[in-house]
């Protein structure tokens, strides 16, 4: 299946190793709305988020705003951490409370000495970051209906909960303007193409809280056939 979701960072860990992380990089608490970095800020640390969600924003030439990645519990934030006189290349801003996990240049060996398995896990985070990243790139000049929908399916993949219900709810609040710099588009095509969803029963919900149809929508996106 294209839409399954990989493992986060986190749930490639032992317990033993993430209560060990914990404790020599110990976590730290955010509120919604809370700015943890900015676009072109040095970047000292890598950053492990524990609970919640963080977007991350890249500003482009004229100021406008292009949201690449919307962060969950167990992905990692500033990868080019250990990069000589690293820049955080976005900005990121909680969507939620959150709960992060901040490992300093100076404790990256004693992670790497005493859980050597946090180094391999890693390496395959990125590796599928990689791939995710080469995803996106093909379905960028796919039609708006299309992106919206396939950015709904996979925020519902990723961060509702299962239940036996058709429908998953988002827990996060996003914006038309969220959706639109998620999609490479502008707010009154999102909102045009979400009356379209709402028609086909495939999204409901309105002013930053949505539900998805999950099997219906997935089953929609696959008539598009192959894009590009």
């Known amino acids: 299946m294209p ?42 640390s890598l950053i492990i988020l524990i609970e919640g969600q963080v977007k991350l924003l890249k500003i482009a030439g004229r100021g406008q705003e292009r949201i ?74 796919a039609p708006a209906a299309y992106r919206l929908g396939r950015a709904f399916l996979w925020l519902a993949q990723r961060f509702s909960v299962p239940d036996f219900s058709p429908w998953r709810d988002l827990p996060m609040e996003l914006r038309q303007e969220d959706l639109a710099a998620m999609c490479g588009t502008t707010r009154v095509t999102v909102t045009n193409t979400l009356g379209e969803l709402r028609n086909l029963g495939l999204v409901e919900g309105t002013r930053g809280r949505y539900r998805v149809n999950l099997k219906a929508l997935e089953h929609w996106l696959e008539g598009f056939g192959e894009v590009g």
């Open 3 to 44: 839409y399954l979701r990989q493992p986060s960072f986190l749930e490639l860990l032992s317990e033993y190793e993430r209560q060990r992380l914990g404790q020599i990089c110990p976590p730290r608490a955010l509120e919604l709305g809370e700015l943890l970095y900015r676009q072109g800020d040095p970047c000292h």
């Open 68 to 141: 690449v990645y919307v962060a969950g519990g167990g992905d990692l934030l500033g990868i080019n951490f250990l990069s000589q006189d690293a820049e955080h290349t976005t900005t990121a801003i909680c969507l939620s409370r959150a709960v992060i996990c901040p490992v300093e240049k100076s404790q990256v060996m004693q992670v790497f000495r005493e859980l050597p398995n946090v180094a391999l896990r890693l390496a395959q985070v990125l590796a599928d970051r990689v791939t995710q990243l080469e995803g996106q790139l093909e379905v960028s000049s």
